[in-house]
């Protein structure tokens, strides 16, 4: 069974742009989570979706958005692009069966903003 | 909402001796307690869970420890081995949202 593909894995952007990374989950997964991860930060939740439904959200400002298509793969958007925006973007897969369910990662998007 | 604290932050152990990283969680409904292990270039890969109505679980060379009381789980990892050296993730469930709250993580560095 194919892993969780993201693209793209690397991303050079300039302040002011927009970005659109792509996440594809395993075969049969309908939840996507979305991370931003920078270094010493862990991991901090972005969003997730289900079934093409947005079921939870994390502290982060509208800039950050995502949805989900219809075949579970996932798109997320980051608008006015800031240095701070700097950071490796992970997608997590799921087959939710109740409260607690593995996530498979994908290897990430490196983004840089210059 | 729920919070996870983790220690320490980078651990450095001879081979073949063991390490032991900790987290502690605030909300007391947490059911759900997974660790993950990041090598470099690679995105958190699934090494054991344990759920709120068991208190330790064992995979080998790996165990989990949990203490519901005092809110702390703590991930114990024997005999060491270079492939063990990566960042350690802990994680607790949010209430009934399914959400995982994730600690800081924990670079070990295993010795030769």
């Known amino acids: 069974k194919a892993g969780v593909t993201q693209t793209p894995r690397y991303l050079i952007k300039t302040r002011g742009q927009q970005v659109t990374l792509s996440c594809s989950p395993i075969?049969?997964?309908?939840?996507v989570s979305w991370y931003q991860q920078t270094p010493g930060q862990g991991l901090q939740f972005l969003f997730e979706y289900f079934s093409e439904t947005q079921r939870n959200k994390g502290n982060f400002p509208g800039r950050f958005s995502g949805r989900q298509f219809s075949n579970s793969r996932s798109e997320m958007n980051v608008s006015t692009l800031e240095l701070g925006d700097s950071a490796l973007y992970l997608c997590?897969?799921?087959?939710?069966?109740?409260?607690?369910?593995?996530?498979?990662f994908g290897p990430g998007t490196r983004l840089t903003v210059l | 909402g729920e919070n996870v604290e983790q220690h320490p932050s980078t651990l450095s152990v001879q081979e073949g001796d063991s390490a032991v990283i900790k987290c502690t969680y605030s909300d007391s409904a947490s059911n759900y307690f997974p660790w993950y292990k990041q090598e470099l270039g690679k995105g958190p890969q699934l090494i054991i869970d344990i759920r709120s109505n068991v208190g330790e679980k064992k995979d080998q060379r790996i165990a989990v420890t949990l203490n519901k009381t005092a809110k702390h789980f703590s991930l114990h990892i024997t005999e060491t081995q270079p492939e063990d050296s990566a960042v350690y993730f802990c994680a607790a469930s949010e209430g009934s949202n399914y959400q995982l709250i994730w600690g800081a993580g924990t670079k070990l560095i295993i010795k030769p």
């Open positions: 075969s049969g997964h309908r939840s």
């Open positions: 997590a897969s799921s087959f939710p069966s109740g409260s607690g369910d593995e996530q498979f």
